[in-house]
């Protein structure tokens, strides 16, 4: 969510290494219990704000699309038409009833995203650490020069195999939590909208009707239209009204 109101991805994560790069790691030549592969975690980026941002601003911009599309047809039959047109968004942003829902949904997406960015931090310290003994242990098997490693040596990589794959599985969970982090968001801000764009609508219809507008679009769909045509300033002064 941008500040203030959307919330914005790509998505890299946990990296497995190739099974032909793992035939000549010494860390995969030496099987510990039977040959059984490990995964290797690298964390090379993690956009927590960014993915839940992209993915709620999809589809608050899909939920803004569908419940103002009634504004956008112009039928053919309508050329003489009188029409005007209205910034629908920002009529949202700019009444009081908008911006206390604005606070509302900033607030919850501060303290969301806060929890997750938290979440973060752990996992790339984890990742940072299990690479730096990864390499410890590769110099290890190095210095062996084709000896035997002894037991500790052993009991090293199979502590490194199972903080991987732990990393991973709660990898795995972190990204769950951003997808259900994301759709709360994007729940929470429809519901804080409906109310007030239906306001909006009643007073889009008010206004259409006092200066005899037969049909009113929503601006971000038109490509032209004067001034004179334009009612979002009016529509905003009767939202705010006692």
């Known amino acids: 969510m941008k500040k203030g109101s959307a919330l914005r991805s790509p998505r890299k994560f946990l990296k497995l290494k190739r099974r032909s790069d793992r035939r000549a790691d010494p860390l995969h030549e030496l099987t510990l219990g039977g040959g059984a592969d490990y995964p290797v975690a690298s964390l090379r980026r993690i956009p927590v704000a960014g993915d839940v941002e992209m993915t709620v601003q999809m589809l608050r911009r899909a ?10 047809a112009l039928p053919a039959w309508a050329a003489d038409t009188k029409v005007a047109v209205v910034d629908m968004l920002k009529v949202l942003q700019s009444t009081s009833a908008g911006k206390a829902a604005q606070k509302k949904y900033d607030d919850l997406k501060t303290k969301k995203l806060g929890s ?8 790339k310290k984890r990742d940072q650490d299990l690479a730096k003994t990864r390499a410890e242990l590769e110099q290890a098997f190095a210095a ?13 990589v199979q502590d490194f195999q199972e903080s991987a794959q732990k990393l991973q599985q709660d990898f795995f969970e972190y990204e769950k939590q951003q997808r259900v982090a994301a759709e709360e968001l994007a729940k929470k801000e429809a519901e804080l909208i409906k109310p007030i764009r239906d306001t909006i609508i009643q007073k889009v219809e008010a206004v259409a009707k006092d200066q005899n507008f037969a049909i009113v679009l929503n601006k971000e769909a038109t490509v032209y239209a004067t001034a004179a045509v334009d009612i979002t300033a009016e529509v905003i002064k009767r939202c705010d009204a006692p």
């Open 144 to 156: 062996l020069g084709g000896k035997q490693p002894t037991d500790e040596l052993k009991k090293k």
């Open 63 to 72: 939920a803004w699309v569908a419940a103002l599309s009634m504004w956008v």
């Open 116 to 123: 997750l960015e938290k979440t973060e931090k752990g996992l």
